[in-house]
């Protein structure tokens, strides 16, 4: 049996994005989404992961984690974009429209 490891990603209450909840993928794979001034709790395998957030085509770029067995990361997701960019930010700035910051 292998390791297992919390991950928690948190969201602030910004404007951009608000009414919408940014989805969550581990490993590729769709494990859950975080809306505005929320968390989303996540059991995730110990060992490497790789986490990334989306909002239809737009996303973050993937983070990669080694998480030990009975570890607990935060990471909080982010749109630092806000307004005045989104037209760049959803198109030219697709691959980097959310940020993942590690706490």
Do not use: C
Not at 10 to 39: H, K, P, Q, S, T
Not at 83 to 93: D, H, K, N, R
Request: glycine share 10%.
């Amino acid at each position: 049996m292998t390791g297992r490891a919390t991950l928690i990603l948190r969201r602030g209450g910004g404007y951009a994005d608000r009414m919408r909840a940014y989805r969550i993928l581990i490993d590729g794979a769709d494990a859950g989404e975080v809306r505005r001034n929320d968390r989303v709790v996540l059991d995730v395998p110990a060992g490497p992961v790789t986490v990334q957030a989306r909002i239809d085509w737009a996303r973050s770029k993937p983070m990669q984690l080694t998480l030990g067995d009975g570890e607990e990361a935060e990471i909080e997701v982010s749109n630092t974009h806000g307004a005045i960019l989104a037209v760049w930010a959803i198109t030219f700035g697709m691959n980097n429209y959310l940020t993942l910051t590690r706490k």
